[in-house]
């Protein structure tokens, strides 16, 4: 069992930062890609980046690629999202995911075995 937790959400302004921490507990997650994903209303859970178990591996959602960056720490079982030039449209409650079942970097929510509870971004324009 891994439990997940995200912090780091909160409001910024349009072309602003933030930066997303996810903790997990519970079991080693070092031989586990870790990935991020974000929901809103309108959109079921999108895919946002994906890091592989030893971080020499990324991939990147068009929407965001070049604007955020995903990294991990093995020895503090944690990963992060940085988020840079944010945009309105980036508002959404982001998730962070573990997957033990898959090898590589996946990317569909159904590959994913722990979730988190999800931390609030909002854009403001």
């Known amino acids: 069992q891994v439990h997940v937790t995200e912090s780091g959400g909160g409001l910024v302004q349009a072309g602003g930062s933030l930066r997303l921490s996810c903790a997990a507990s519970g079991r080693d997650f070092s031989p586990y890609a870790v990935g991020w994903f974000r929901h809103t209303p309108e959109k079921d859970r999108e895919f946002v980046a994906v890091?592989?178990?030893?971080?020499?591996?990324?991939i990147y959602a068009d929407s965001v690629k070049g604007r955020f960056t995903i990294s991990r720490d093995n020895a503090k079982n944690r990963s992060y999202l940085q988020m840079n030039s944010l945009k309105v449209e980036d508002t959404a409650v982001y998730y962070c995911a573990v997957s033990i079942g898959i090898i590589g970097s996946p990317q569909y929510p159904g590959e994913y075995n722990y979730w988190g509870q999800g931390t609030q971004v909002t854009v403001s324009s």
């Open positions: 890091i592989n178990w030893s971080g020499d591996n990324t």
